[in-house]
């Protein structure tokens, strides 16, 4: 198939096109490297050392002899999309293209109002695109299980049945999310279910949860192969960051209680997943919401558990609870319903000691590239003006439009 990754140069595109091209489709990303430039401007870096697009292209099609086509473009600026959409014709088409992280969406308004303008309107745009240009064009778009919130009941998988006074219907499940970065997505969500029922468009939202995890088969080719890794406060997610710090000496930095609970999945399962969504398209019309996680932790349960490991490596691990920067419950009910990707075929790589000390043997390899003073959270969910260091002006930290 013709496949276009739009955000294929992020943490998780960059992986995904290189597994779908060793699967012998016909591969093409589109991005506008504002990840990039939000390190370039801000004075942070990738853990792991990561390589310019083309170099990365190069690298593949000289160890595989397969060509990825590479466009850079803005999901918000309709001739770029329009045109990669009339030229490479994608018959699927997976939307990654995302601020995506919440500590970045919460700094201040003009934060906040950069996720929304560049999540929405993108989407927005592509769900044009995809009605102008490839109407049969299977959309699969990356959601998050942060949509639901942490509700007192089980979550379903995109919708639940509910009796009321004495009818019955099956409805979106209810919505309940952390921060404008979560609220975006849940605003995607909606435009998407609309033009699935309006033009018939067919999509799958995966609501995934956060993604652990360094590499992939495909990444570990070759170092040049590698996608990136964030530790720091803003675009870091938890395991990856506990693992960093662990490597570090830094004290594990669990925000409160720690009895947050969070569905996780490793790297390997995702670009897994969106195959497996690929392969079983979303009928006509159909809008179709997968739950993308494997198993889910508290954060603290993640922090114990680098901490046993970091402490068989010979590494002094500690634990600190921080006073929690954001809003958020820190004790409450988890479950969640993920049994659609599984029936499609799933096999879990479940969360081992050896996935964890690989991941702080990475660390501690790359320990020189570290930053100690991008660790610390600083994104207080209450202010409406955040500092985040190194200090530089607002319009500094935003990526270039
Ligand atoms: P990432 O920031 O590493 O990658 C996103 C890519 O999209 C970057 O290369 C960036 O340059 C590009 N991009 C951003 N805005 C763009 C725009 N307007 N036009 C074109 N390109 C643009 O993020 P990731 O971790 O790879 O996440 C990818 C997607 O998966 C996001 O939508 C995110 O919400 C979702 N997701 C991620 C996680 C996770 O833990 N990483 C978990 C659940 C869902
Ligand atoms: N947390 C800590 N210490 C840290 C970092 C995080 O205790 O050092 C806590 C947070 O308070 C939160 C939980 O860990 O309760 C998860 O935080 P995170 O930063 O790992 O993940 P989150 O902000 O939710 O966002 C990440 C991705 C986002 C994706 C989401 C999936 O950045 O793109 O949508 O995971 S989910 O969480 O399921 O919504």
């Given at each position: 198939m013709?496949?276009?990754?739009?955000?294929?140069?992020?943490?998780?595109?960059?992986?995904?096109?290189?597994?779908?091209?060793?699967?012998?489709?016909?591969?093409?990303?589109?991005?506008?490297?504002?990840?990039?430039?939000?390190?370039?401007?801000?004075?942070?870096?990738?853990?792991?050392?990561?390589?310019p697009m083309q170099r990365r292209i190069a690298r593949w099609q000289a160890l595989t002899g397969k060509t990825i086509a590479h466009y850079h473009g803005d999901m918000v600026d309709w001739e770029a999309l329009s045109k990669?959409?009339?030229?490479?014709?994608?018959?699927?088409?997976v939307h990654f293209a995302q601020q995506r992280s919440a500590p970045f969406s919460m700094i201040d308004r003009e934060h906040a109002v950069y996720?929304?303008?560049?999540?929405?309107?993108g989407t927005l745009n592509l769900l044009y695109a995809i009605k102008e240009f490839a109407p049969d064009c299977h959309l699969v778009k990356l959601g998050t299980m942060g949509e639901y919130?942490?509700?007192?009941?089980?979550?379903?998988?995109?919708?639940?049945?509910?009796?009321?006074?004495?009818?019955?219907?099956?409805?979106?499940?209810?919505?309940q999310p952390g921060s404008f970065y979560h609220l975006s997505k849940v605003h995607d969500s909606?435009?998407?279910?609309?033009?699935?029922?309006?033009?018939?468009?067919?999509?799958?939202?995966?609501?995934?949860?956060?993604?652990?995890?360094?590499?992939?088969?495909?990444t570990l080719l070759d170092p040049e192969l590698a996608t990136r890794f964030d530790y720091d406060q803003v675009y870091g997610t938890a395991l990856n960051r506990f693992c960093a710090q662990a490597a570090v000496g830094h004290p594990l930095t669990i925000y409160g209680k720690g009895g947050q609970t969070r569905g996780c999945i490793h790297v390997k399962d995702t670009v897994r997943c969106i195959e497996l969504a690929i392969e079983n398209p979303a009928a006509p019309g159909e809008f179709r919401v997968f739950n993308q996680i494997t198993e889910w932790f508290s954060v603290a349960q993640l922090a114990e558990r680098v901490q046993r490991v970091g402490q068989k490596m010979g590494l002094d691990v500690q634990i600190s609870h921080l006073p929690n920067p954001r809003v958020e419950k820190e004790e409450h009910f988890y479950e969640v319903v993920h049994t659609k990707l599984l029936d499609?075929?799933?096999?879990?790589?479940?969360?081992?000691?050896?996935?964890?000390?690989?991941?702080?043997?990475?660390?501690?390899?790359?320990?020189?590239?570290?930053d100690m003073g991008q660790i610390k959270p600083t994104v207080n969910w209450r202010a409406t003006e955040n500092?985040?260091?190194?200090?530089?002006?607002?319009?500094?930290?935003?990526?270039?439009?």
């Open positions: 013709r496949i276009l990754i739009l955000g294929g140069d992020g943490y998780l595109g960059w992986p995904q096109a290189l597994y779908l091209s060793q699967k012998g489709h016909e591969v093409a990303v589109f991005d506008n490297l504002a990840r990039r430039q939000f390190d370039l401007r801000h004075g942070i870096d990738s853990l792991v050392p990561i390589f990669v959409f009339q030229t490479f014709q994608p018959e699927a088409v996720t929304q303008q560049t999540n929405v309107v919130g942490t509700p007192n009941i089980p979550i379903e998988e995109g919708y639940i049945e509910i009796t009321h006074k004495g009818r019955t219907d099956t409805l979106p499940f209810p919505k909606h435009n998407i279910h609309f033009c699935c029922r309006v033009w018939g468009l067919r999509a799958t939202d995966l609501n995934q949860g956060v993604v652990y995890g360094a590499d992939t088969y495909e499609l075929g799933l096999e879990p790589h479940l969360l081992d000691d050896a996935e964890i000390e690989r991941m702080i043997s990475l660390s501690m390899e790359h320990r020189d590239r570290i500092e985040v260091e190194p200090t530089q002006t607002d319009a500094a930290l935003l990526p270039a439009t």
